[in-house]
């Protein structure tokens, strides 16, 4: 099983990024997916998440401006970030859940700084 997590990098304030999760090793549209964020010092945030049907729920700070999306045929899922702040530095963790498994990625780290 393998969760590979990409896209971060440093950008300026106001800016957007694309991350993505490739998922290997698993039944992947069988799984809920979500993206989850740790800030230095701070503990893991849920940031969004999407189920295997589709239905999406996001963070209250994070609504309106990030978007979670997945390709079954790809096995892939995604985290659109627009309009960027420095408080969305972090690590940001892939997961994948279902009843009976709980698989995490290594994280891509998100710089937010001018």
């Known amino acids: 099983v393998q969760l590979v997590e990409s896209g971060g990098g440093l950008v300026q304030p106001g800016g957007s990024l694309r991350l993505s999760c490739a998922a290997s090793g698993f039944t992947f549209g069988s799984y809920d997916m979500s993206w989850v964020r740790q800030a230095p010092g701070t503990g893991r945030e849920l940031v969004a998440g999407?189920?295997?049907?589709?239905?999406?729920n996001y963070a209250d700070s994070v609504k309106g401006r990030f978007t979670i999306s997945r390709d079954n045929a790809k096995n892939t899922v995604y985290l659109q970030m627009n309009s960027l702040k420095p408080e969305d530095t972090a690590v940001y963790y892939c997961n994948a859940i279902n009843k009976w498994r709980n698989y995490w990625g290594k994280g891509t780290l998100v710089t937010v700084s001018s």
């Open positions: 999407i189920t295997s049907g589709g239905t999406t």
